[in-house]
């Protein structure tokens, strides 16, 4: 088991680092597109409560106070004490606990149920992502599910051709290259630092085959022409694919 539970290890931590513009960034209300698609991930993704359910990266703990309100028994995981501090605060339900995602510091077949939204993507190393599934696939129980929300693996790398909103959409750079993201966005005020990877679709796949899952269902989540008209910036995700839900089942042997 490796705990990240001390100052001199937290400093590595990259998202120990965002925590404070993170945690102004998710609960300021309506700010990102997380209300917008989040419902009808936990409508048709997320698996009735049953048992133990786990959230891998659960930063300040919005995706688990949803779960808790759907009646699910959380466990959430992050590596920012910091971030987890906030959460604990928000959330009695809840247990909350600093861990490394790579080694999940339970035994095998411990959940019904394990959910990572939009962290396999913030991982620091690229190789990280097919660890935390198998770690996924270690302690959920046979039968159980593993839910997760990832950006999809065109954002980066589908644009449209401007100037015209109907222009054409075009690919820029490759999709199958492993590229590192770093980009700090400024939004009505606030600014955020986003680091991680980009994956092609194929290697989401090959993790969740390698960790022992069959994939149930997958959604590339569409804004509603009434969702662009209230936040105009939805337009372009009508056109593009911005995030990509799969819910998979763990095989029983």
Same mark, same amino acid.
């Given at each position: 088991?490796?705990?990240?539970?001390?100052?001199? *290890? $937290?400093?590595?931590?990259?998202?120990?680092?965002?925590?404070?513009?993170?945690?102004?960034?998710?609960? +300021?209300?309506?700010?990102?597109?997380?209300?917008?698609?989040?419902?009808?991930? #936990?409508?048709?993704?997320?698996?009735?409560?049953? !048992? %133990?359910?786990?959230?891998?990266?659960? !930063?300040?703990?919005?995706?688990?106070?949803?779960?808790?309100?759907?009646?699910?028994?959380?466990?959430?995981?992050?590596?920012?004490?910091?971030?987890?501090?906030?959460?604990?605060?928000?959330?009695?339900?809840?247990?909350?606990?600093?861990?490394?995602?790579?080694?999940?510091? #339970?035994?095998?077949? +411990?959940?019904?149920?394990?959910?990572?939204?939009?962290?396999?993507?913030?991982? +620091? $190393?690229?190789?990280?992502?097919?660890?935390?599934?198998?770690?996924?696939?270690?302690?959920? /129980?046979?039968? !159980? =599910?593993?839910?997760?929300?990832?950006? =999809?693996?065109?954002?980066?790398? @589908?644009?449209? *051709?401007?100037?015209? @909103?109907?222009?054409?959409?075009? &690919?820029? @750079?490759?999709?199958?290259? =492993?590229?590192?993201?770093?980009?700090?966005?400024? *939004?009505? @005020?606030?600014?955020?630092? #986003?680091? !991680?990877?980009?994956?092609?679709?194929?290697?989401?796949?090959?993790?969740?085959?390698?960790?022992? #899952?069959? &994939?149930?269902?997958?959604?590339?989540?569409?804004?509603?022409?009434?969702?662009?008209?209230?936040?105009?910036?939805?337009?372009?995700?009508?056109? %593009?694919?911005?995030?990509?839900?799969?819910?998979?089942? /763990?095989?029983?042997?």
């Amino acid at each position: 088991m490796r705990m990240v539970d001390d100052a001199s *290890k $937290q400093t590595q931590v990259p998202w120990e680092q965002e925590a404070a513009n993170w945690i102004t960034w998710a609960r +300021t209300p309506d700010h990102d597109v997380f209300w917008h698609y989040a419902p009808s991930f #936990f409508e048709e993704i997320v698996p009735a409560a049953e !048992g %133990l359910t786990l959230e891998i990266g659960c !930063g300040e703990g919005r995706v688990a106070r949803q779960l808790t309100a759907r009646g699910h028994n959380v466990v959430a995981l992050d590596s920012s004490s910091t971030l987890l501090h906030h959460a604990r605060a928000a959330d009695a339900q809840a247990a909350y606990l600093v861990a490394d995602a790579t080694a999940v510091p #339970f035994a095998d077949a +411990t959940f019904q149920a394990v959910v990572a939204y939009n962290s396999l993507q913030t991982l +620091t $190393q690229m190789a990280d992502m097919a660890r935390v599934v198998r770690e996924a696939g270690r302690v959920v /129980k046979p039968s !159980g =599910h593993f839910c997760l929300c990832v950006a =999809h693996p065109l954002t980066d790398v @589908g644009l449209v *051709k401007e100037p015209s @909103g109907d222009g054409e959409l075009v &690919i820029s @750079g490759s999709y199958f290259e =492993h590229q590192r993201v770093n980009e700090t966005v400024t *939004k009505e @005020g606030l600014q955020m630092t #986003f680091r !991680g990877w980009t994956y092609p679709l194929e290697d989401y796949m090959r993790a969740l085959e390698e960790a022992g #899952f069959l &994939i149930e269902c997958v959604r590339e989540p569409v804004p509603s022409a009434e969702q662009a008209r209230q936040r105009p910036s939805l337009e372009r995700w009508r056109r %593009l694919p911005l995030l990509l839900f799969i819910r998979a089942v /763990k095989r029983a042997r």
